[in-house]
């Protein structure tokens, strides 16, 4: 069964493109299809993906006019992308124009469903969808065409209120989209297990929305030196590990031959660290599945009283 799930804060530097593409790439891992749809302007995700950047002129075009998707097929194992870029910058002007005359985009929502996986006639397990902060109304769109909703956040104040922020906006898109559910909290440059943050983003999230809202209890570390390995080599958490692996097996191996160990192009990481950072994401990958899955064993149970 394919969700949509959409990755959002009310501001930028909270790790939002980061979370996407390591949680793509985690869960394509472990066997399940998944698309991930870019739909900001800057582009970002060609960086942690490997890509290169593009313009995101398809996604527009189909967002304003209902034109097919172009996917970029094959980016990992069992990933596909649909690329953002500049080209995403009209939307917001498409929408205003439209509606001035009383009429509607085609949408995302649409676009996304007619993308299937090449060569198969399985559907993706997962479309992720990274947002931009400052664009409410394509939050607006990609809201209105998902099925979950997961916010990243950081531990700074400024944080914390693009967090409120997409709160509100999240509130206000379920009158148009009720099936759009709060998937969860995750806390993203944070030591694992930070109870007193935990309790700020509930508090702020109580006052929003009259409830508390679950938190994952799995928190990304961030580390300089990984961000800056994984983003120059277009690495994803998983694999920076793996790459780590291999340059230790091969130095070890040129020491035992008594050969030069060159290390002009060596990483900035450590492999220890390489190696928590991909138990993060692992983690959290998991602990996302498995919410979706409750989330929808409760609604199916619900449906059933």
Same mark, same amino acid.
Not at 98 to 113: E, F
């Given at each position: ?100 005359? *009383?009429?509607?985009?085609?949408? #995302? ?15 993706? !397990? ?11 109304? @394509? ?9 979950? #909703? ?11 209120? *693009? @967090? ?15 099936? #759009?559910?709060?998937? *969860? ?11 007193? @943050? ?10 929003? @929305? =009259?409830?508390? &809202?679950? %938190? ?44 030069? %160990?060159?290390?002009? !192009?060596?990483?900035?990481?450590? =492999? ?5 950072? &991909? ?21 199916? %149970?619900?449906?059933?009283?």
């Amino acid at each position: 069964m394919r969700r949509v799930v959409a990755i959002a804060n009310g501001k930028g530097g909270v790790g939002k493109t980061t979370l996407t593409a390591g949680l793509a790439g985690q869960v394509a891992a472990t066997g399940l299809r998944v698309l991930v749809v870019d739909t900001d302007p800057q582009g970002n995700m060609g960086r942690d993906l490997g890509y290169g950047l593009q313009d995101g002129s398809s996604l527009g075009l189909a967002i304003t006019h209902g034109l097919p998707l172009d996917v970029s097929r094959g980016v990992r194992d069992r990933l596909d992308v649909v690329p953002g870029g500049p080209a995403l910058w009209d939307i917001a002007a498409a929408f205003t124009s439209r509606g001035a005359r *009383g009429a509607s985009l085609p949408g #995302l929502r649409r676009a996304v469903d007619g993308v299937r996986p090449e060569g198969t006639d399985d559907d993706y !397990d997962l479309v992720l969808i990274d947002t931009p902060p400052g664009e409410p109304i @394509l939050q607006e769109l990609v809201f209105a065409s998902s099925d979950y #909703l997961i916010i990243p956040t950081r531990s700074d104040e400024a944080s914390l209120d *693009g @967090l409120v922020v997409v709160a509100q906006r999240f509130a206000a898109a379920r009158a148009v989209n009720p099936d #759009l559910t709060l998937l *969860g909290v995750t806390l993203f440059g944070v030591r694992a297990g930070s109870t007193r @943050l935990i309790k700020r983003v509930q508090s702020a999230l109580h006052e929003t @929305l =009259d409830g508390a &809202a679950p %938190v994952f209890a799995t928190s990304i570390r961030y580390l300089e030196s990984a961000a800056v390995d994984m983003r120059s080599r277009g690495l994803l958490p998983h694999e920076l590990e793996q790459v780590h692996r291999a340059d230790k097996s091969l130095r070890i191996n040129r020491l035992r031959q008594g050969a030069r %160990v060159d290390t002009g !192009d060596s990483l900035l990481s450590r =492999d220890s660290s390489a190696a928590r950072l &991909a138990s993060d994401y692992a983690e959290l990958a998991q602990e996302v599945l498995t919410a979706m899955t409750q989330k929808e064993a409760q609604a199916r %149970v619900e449906v059933a009283v």
